[in-house]
């Protein structure tokens, strides 16, 4: 047991020693940043912006009024209510 003691206390030291270690270079560590060199750029100038296209224009009508767009077909939607009346009303007939 005593060399079991004395081995964990001397194994147990290393992290100590290092935490130590640490905390004084961190001390001794000055808080200036060392000044990076400075790098010149060059300035390329800004690339033209590419022609825009036209805009599609829908056709004209006959006197350069926009063309009369036909409207979408009125259809009313069959619903489930619907059909079931439908239904309904078919087998009502016979």
């Not at 056709?59 to 069959?78: I, K, L, M, T, Y």
Request: hydrophobic share 35%; charged share 30%.
């Amino acid at each position: 047991m005593t060399w079991g003691f004395i081995w964990l206390m001397f194994i147990l030291k290393i992290p100590i020693i290092g935490l130590f270690s640490i905390v004084w270079w961190a001390i001794k560590a000055s808080d200036e940043e060392p000044r990076p060199e400075e790098v010149v750029r060059p300035v390329r100038p800004p690339r033209p912006h590419p022609p825009r296209r036209p805009k599609r224009r829908r056709p004209r009508g006959p006197h350069g009024d926009q063309a009369a767009v036909p409207s979408p077909p009125r259809v009313r939607p069959v619903t489930a209510i619907a059909r079931n009346r439908a239904a309904r009303e078919h087998r009502s007939d016979r």
